[in-house]
């Protein structure tokens, strides 16, 4: 029988076969650094998961409305206007992680054949969730001399009649870099004059640096507010990847689109999570702080030994906890024989040789970079970098 043609347009994982190979490393007892990190590499503070054993104990395990629960709602919306942004609990839904979210922000807003606006690099799931709401993801690409931000020419030359939104990253994943608020204002100009969504990604707006201040482009005006669908979560904040909670913000209209689309879909978020998740942005942020601290550290760090270095560079990242190693200088050289012809060649062989783990470019739609996560000890950076560069002194 014929399988859905849709399901099986849906790319792998470019990293599938690096995480595997990995993983099975260091079930043979092999001392592998893994750069591969998404989350950070901290507990979740003990108030939150305080909150989630009172939940446990009052019975808080019954079904919640299918958006999330009033209570977590007001937490959002509270939170959003420290940032100046101003909601009601019926234009925020509750969804599964903010990676659910973004799927219910596409089944809610595409057609098929509407166009989305991709900048890359990007996070690798972005085309694969627009894939799956019919939609086609049209790439614009941002250089890293330009601290990988994207000019508003380039923007608006990918434009069409068919474009239903653009995706705003900021902090990037995978760059480590924050628009400016030339850059942000330049976007949402765009979108007003054609007429397109916003879909503004803000998961790691807590994690900046170097006395920068995150700004949502949803703050900007009053029509960037009304195009804008703000998604976030609590994951990377608040070290909660495993909790599962994420959120959008947008018009009420949209919201209830996402809200009904959920219902059917998976219902409610976990309760005990979203009772957690009120705990989290309603208590204090002390470890938040101290988790932001050490990864400027770290990132400082990495950036200062990838300076030293030969054959490689960085640009500096400003937020997240990323760094977009640039490879390019390498591309052509050989190992054994074998050439070096892009990202994958060189995570393979560096895994295969030094037993490091890096996350090849390609996945990102930038095959001139592997990205290193410093979501791991200052100790792996360290011999993990060591590592690559007595790799690339391998290299012919």
């Not at 709602?73 to 992680?97: E, F, M, R, W």
């Not at 702080?289 to 640009?315: P, T």
Request: hydrophobic letters at 40%; aromatic letters at 8%; proline letters at 4%.
């Amino acid at each position: 029988m014929q399988l859905s043609e849709k399901a099986l347009a849906i790319s792998p994982s470019l990293t599938l076969k690096i995480t595997a190979m990995a993983k099975d490393m260091k079930k043979r007892g092999l001392d592998v650094v893994g750069f591969g990190a998404g989350e950070p590499d901290f507990d979740t503070p003990k108030h939150i998961k305080d909150a989630a054993v009172e939940a446990l104990k009052i019975g808080l395990t019954k079904y919640t409305p299918a958006s999330g629960t009033v209570e977590l709602k007001k937490a959002v919306c509270a939170d959003l206007k420290k940032h100046g942004l101003q909601y009601d609990p019926t234009q925020i839904v509750i969804s599964n992680g903010a990676k659910h979210s973004l799927f219910n922000v596409f089944q809610a807003i595409l057609n098929p054949g509407d166009e989305v606006i991709v900048i890359t690099p990007y996070w690798l799931t972005y085309p694969e969730l627009i894939k799956m709401a019919d939609g086609v993801p049209v790439y614009v690409g941002a250089q890293e001399c330009n601290n990988f931000e994207p000019l508003a020419e380039d923007i608006e030359a990918a434009v069409t009649k068919k474009t239903k939104a653009i995706i705003v990253n900021n902090p990037s994943n995978p760059c480590g870099c924050i628009y400016s608020q030339k850059t942000l204002e330049g976007i949402a100009e765009i979108a007003k004059k054609h007429d397109f969504f916003i879909v503004s990604d803000e998961i790691y707006d807590e994690l900046v640096y170097d006395g920068n201040k995150h700004t949502s482009i949803a703050a900007l005006s009053e029509d960037a507010y009304g195009r804008t669908i703000l998604v976030n979560g609590l994951s990377k904040t608040y070290a909660m990847t495993g909790w599962r909670i994420g959120y959008t913000a947008s018009r009420a209209d949209i919201a209830k689109i996402m809200g009904s689309y959920q219902s059917h879909a998976t219902s409610n978020p976990c309760s005990i999570a979203q009772f957690a998740g009120i705990a989290a942005l309603t208590g204090p942020r002390d470890e938040v702080v101290a988790m932001r601290e050490e990864f400027d550290a770290r990132r400082k760090m990495m950036v200062d030994i990838i300076g030293k270095m030969d054959g490689v560079s960085c640009a500096t990242p400003m937020g997240a906890f990323y760094v977009m190693l640039n490879i390019s200088a390498l591309k052509g050289r050989k190992l054994d024989g074998a050439e070096i012809k892009g990202s994958v060649d060189f995570a393979e062989k560096l895994l295969e040789k030094k037993l490091t783990a890096v996350i090849p470019g390609a996945a990102f739609g930038a095959d001139d970079f592997v990205r290193l996560s410093y979501a791991i000890s200052r100790e792996n950076i360290e011999k993990g970098l060591g590592r690559i560069a007595e790799f690339i002194a391998m290299l012919d």
